[in-house]
Nanobody
Framework: QVQLVESGGGLVQPGGSLRLSCAAS????????MGWYRQAPGKQRELVGT???????NYADSVKGRFTISRDNAKNTVYLQMNSLEPEDTAVYYC?????????WGQGTQVTVSS
């Protein structure tokens, strides 16, 4: 059973930065393309970006140029660096495989962008 634990969220002012981490209980990043997702209040969960096992990344238009996904295979951890944050980025952020695997959903980490 794989567990994914997200961390690093918090309250940040518009224009600020945060780095989220997603730690896996065992090595899966060389198997799956991994994704960062987010769900804002009253909205459906959306895919923010992905990183393949080969390290290629892809991003939603809404975050392109501001967010960067990376990974450290030795630490079984995937990161989401978020810069130039906007109030519209406020959401609970999750990591999962892409496409998502239902049993891998974790608790997520809350990101709130507000002055």
């Amino acid at each position: 059973q794989v567990q994914l634990v997200e961390s690093g969220g918090g309250l940040v002012q518009p224009g600020g930065s945060l780095r989220l981490s997603c730690a896996a209980s065992r090595s899966i990043f060389n198997i799956y393309t991994m994704g960062w997702y987010r769900q804002a209040p009253g909205k459906q969960r959306e895919l923010v970006g992905t990183i393949t096992s080969g390290g290629s990344t892809n991003y939603a238009d809404s975050v392109k140029g501001r967010f960067t996904i990376s990974r450290d295979n030795a630490k079984n951890t995937v990161y989401l660096q978020m810069n130039s944050l906007e109030p519209e980025d406020t959401a609970v952020y999750y990591c999962n495989a892409a496409p998502a695997i239902y049993k891998y959903w974790g608790q997520g980490t809350q990101v709130t962008v507000s002055s």
